[in-house]
């Protein structure tokens, strides 16, 4: 049995979850409302405030299916609950970022300003010039907007500078030597 996908989903006060044929899934919550189809092999099961995934047999196709057929349904709910963000860092002498309604406007060494508009259902905001908040209730789109503007300029190795995630390690390289 898959660790992770025998787990029960508890439903929240004031989330409402609907099962559609062929596992379309519908999550009401206070933050809004996602929607996901899901595989059609997995069982989904609602039962008094908590959903369980079963699966049909145990080829390896299926159990990695019930694993991911739980987690996303997981985040669903907690998307609509609590939400989900992220943090980027910008480092850099003279990079530095600035919000401006719904466009992010990035400058990162460049000669031109990098301007990102934010996909429907992400925010972003800046807190300092280089500090850069992701928030949303898709897990997802909140991961994929975050990698758009991190790629816009990776953290060197030498210096360490572009943007990162705040929980990002860098691996510092050394810079060269003199002749002795």
Do not use: W
Request: some cysteine; proline content about 5%.
């Amino acid at each position: 049995m898959s660790r992770i996908g025998k787990l029960p989903i508890g439903i929240p006060v004031g989330v409402t979850v609907t099962l559609e044929d062929n596992n379309a899934v519908t999550v009401k919550g206070p933050k809004g409302t996602l929607s996901r189809k899901l595989s059609r092999e997995m069982k989904i099961v609602q039962n008094e405030g908590q959903i369980t995934i079963e699966r049909p047999s145990d080829l390896k196709r299926f159990k990695a299916l019930h694993g991911l057929t739980r987690t996303l349904l997981n985040n669903m709910v907690v998307g609509v609950t609590q939400g989900y963000s992220k943090t980027l860092e910008i480092n850099g002498v003279g990079y530095r970022a600035a919000k401006a309604g719904n466009k992010l406007t990035l400058m990162l060494g460049y000669s031109h300003p990098v301007e990102m508009i934010d996909p429907d259902g992400i925010s972003t905001a800046c807190e300092t010039p280089t500090k850069i908040t992701i928030s949303g209730i898709d897990k997802e789109k909140v991961g994929q907007h975050a990698a758009n503007i991190r790629d816009k300029r990776e953290p060197e190795p030498y210096k360490g500078k572009g943007i990162k995630y705040s929980t990002e390690r860098i691996r510092r390289k050394e810079g060269k030597t003199g002749k002795k």
